[in-house]
């Protein structure tokens, strides 16, 4: 198993897990744009989101990562800082269970901490959080959450 770093020649690839991972949660999706429309997320999104893809020994792709990076805004005497907020981490079901999220992991914490980002946040489903509290991440923060209102999705 190999975990790697996502480039902007990994569009596709990404896309492909990422609309496998939509599959098996709400079944079938036909969307003939969603490849395209990814591609373009991705490239706007590549100068603050850094993504991770692992492969198996014959580079078939079984699992993503990525973190979205924010700068803090400055303050007088104090140095420069960042953070990260961890997002799609996601295994194709075949391959769970078997260390591939915790590579994932180690690959996008080794990055932050060289990195200096000064703190991970997401937003973790229930399931996952075992995952996560493994990984080193805790529910001791003094994050507050405002979820958007009821109304038309856009």
């Excluded at 489903?125 to 109304?151: I, K, M, W």
Aim: aromatic letters at 10%; hydrophobic letters at 45%; proline letters at 6%.
């Amino acid at each position: 198993m190999l975990v790697r770093a996502a480039g902007a020649a990994d569009a596709l690839v990404l896309a492909a897990l990422r609309a496998r991972w939509t599959e098996e949660l709400r079944g079938p999706v036909d969307d003939p744009t969603f490849d395209d429309r990814f591609s373009a997320w991705f490239a706007r999104e590549s100068a603050q989101r850094l993504a991770w893809v692992a492969e198996t020994d014959a580079g078939a792709p079984v699992g993503m990562v990525n973190v979205a990076e924010f700068e803090r805004m400055p303050r007088p005497g104090a140095a420069p800082s960042r953070w990260g907020y961890v997002a799609n981490t996601y295994v194709v079901p075949e391959h769970r269970d078997a260390g591939v999220g915790s590579m994932l992991m180690a690959a996008l914490t080794s990055y932050a901490d060289e990195a200096g980002l000064v703190r991970l946040v997401l937003s973790p489903t229930a399931r996952s959080v075992p995952f996560y509290e493994r990984g080193g991440f805790t529910g001791d923060h003094d994050l507050l959450l405002r979820l958007r209102a009821a109304g038309p999705r856009a």
